[in-house]
């Protein structure tokens, strides 16, 4: 009787083993289904085919819905460049928002919240600048050149959110500064 239950426990641990197992191989294959999916969802909304660009996009949580949000990565990095976001900045942000027609409670507005309260990491801005380079390949010149000045033009604005006495005199810091060339350097190549 008790080799019986011990044979009935074996049983009983093999079919555990084997179940989770399964479910883990199918959770992996799943996974990679989803990024897969992610990566072309991408690639058919930018026309970009590098493969290493999108799998970091995917890596940093990107997908075609929260593509839109991609666009304001420099703005936000212009907003951290000197270590806080102060209120000017966040609004000017949050406005931009709003004229983009970004619903709060929407995946791409949720996404630009968090890097608003906790300062998203440097890998976030290379991988902007590395779809933005990509991306310019794409695109007819006039194109880009619409791309950079908005995308410039959008940064500039941030930086001179928390400008001087009453509005009047625009300061940037020295760290905005150097984010700003690193934008302009990204539609130059």
């Given at each position: 009787?008790?080799?019986?239950?011990?044979?009935?426990?074996?049983?009983?641990?093999?079919?555990?083993?084997?179940?989770k197992y399964?479910?883990e191989?199918?959770?992996?294959?799943?996974?990679?289904?989803?990024r897969?999916?992610a990566?072309?969802?991408?690639a058919?909304?930018?026309?970009?085919?590098?493969?290493a660009?999108?799998?970091r996009?995917?890596?940093?949580?990107f997908?075609?819905?929260t593509?839109?949000?991609?666009?304001?990565?420099?703005?936000?990095?212009?907003a951290?460049?000197?270590?806080?976001?102060?209120e000017?900045?966040?609004s000017?942000?949050?406005?931009?928002?709003?004229?983009?027609?970004?619903?709060?409670?929407?995946?791409?507005?949720?996404?630009?919240?968090?890097w608003?309260?906790r300062r998203?990491?440097?890998?976030?801005?290379?991988?902007?600048?590395?779809y933005?380079?990509?991306?310019?390949?794409t695109?007819?010149?006039?194109d880009?050149?619409?791309?950079?000045s908005?995308?410039?033009?959008?940064?500039?604005?941030?930086?001179?959110?928390?400008g001087?006495l009453?509005?009047?005199v625009?300061?940037?810091?020295?760290?905005?500064g150097?984010?700003?060339?690193?934008?302009?350097?990204?539609f130059?190549?």
């Open positions: 009787m008790s080799d019986e239950l011990f044979e009935d426990r074996r049983r009983a641990l093999e079919e555990a083993f084997f179940k399964n479910q191989v199918l959770d992996r294959l799943k996974a990679e289904e989803r897969k999916s990566k072309q969802g991408l058919d909304a930018t026309g970009i085919t590098d493969d660009v999108l799998t996009l995917v890596d940093l949580g997908d075609a819905s593509l839109l949000a991609f666009g304001l990565v420099p703005a936000v990095e212009v951290w460049a000197d270590g806080v976001i102060d000017a900045e966040r000017q942000i949050l406005n931009r928002l709003a004229a983009n027609s970004f619903p709060a409670g929407s995946a791409a507005y949720e996404m630009i919240a968090s608003l309260s998203p990491p440097s890998a976030l801005f290379d991988a902007w600048v590395a933005t380079r990509a991306l310019c390949k695109l007819a010149p006039a880009r050149e619409w791309l950079a908005t995308i410039i033009q959008r940064s500039k604005e941030v930086a001179n959110a928390s001087g009453l509005g009047l625009l300061r940037k810091s020295s760290a905005e150097d984010v700003l060339r690193k934008i302009e350097a990204a130059a190549s």
